[in-house]
C-alpha cells in the first residue's frame, strides 16, 4: 500500500506532537518531516515532495494563509489542509 507523504507545520511544538499522535492512527499516512517555521518548510517542501501539507494558520512571521501560496508556487501537487485552533 502507498503511503501518502505528509508534512506537519505548526509554530507550537505541542501542536504537532498531537497532530502526528493523531495521524499515526491511520495507516496510510507517512508522516515524514515537521516544521516549526513555515518558512523552513517552504525551503525543504520541493525536496521532500510531499503529498499533503497540514498548516497552521495563526503563525509568526508568515501565516498559514501566505504559506500555502508559497507551498502551492514551489510543490502544486501537494494539498493544503489547514488546521487551527482559532477560538472564534
Not at 27 to 41: G, K, M, R, S
Not at 54 to 77: H, K, S, V, Y
Request: charged share 25%; hydrophobic share 50%; aromatic share 8%.
Amino acid at each position: 500500500m502507498m503511503k501518502i507523504r505528509t508534512i506537519l507545520v505548526d509554530d507550537e511544538e505541542m501542536a504537532l506532537v498531537n497532530l502526528k499522535f493523531a495521524l499515526e492512527e491511520y495507516q496510510d499516512i507517512d508522516v515524514i518531516a515537521q516544521f516549526t517555521d513555515p518558512l523552513e518548510a517552504i525551503e525543504q517542501i520541493g525536496e521532500l515532495q510531499p503529498e499533503a501539507v497540514f498548516l497552521d494558520i495563526d503563525m509568526p512571521g508568515i501565516n498559514g494563509l501566505e504559506a500555502a501560496l508559497e507551498i502551492n508556487n514551489e510543490f502544486p501537487l501537494a494539498a493544503v489542509v489547514f488546521v487551527t485552533a482559532y477560538n472564534q
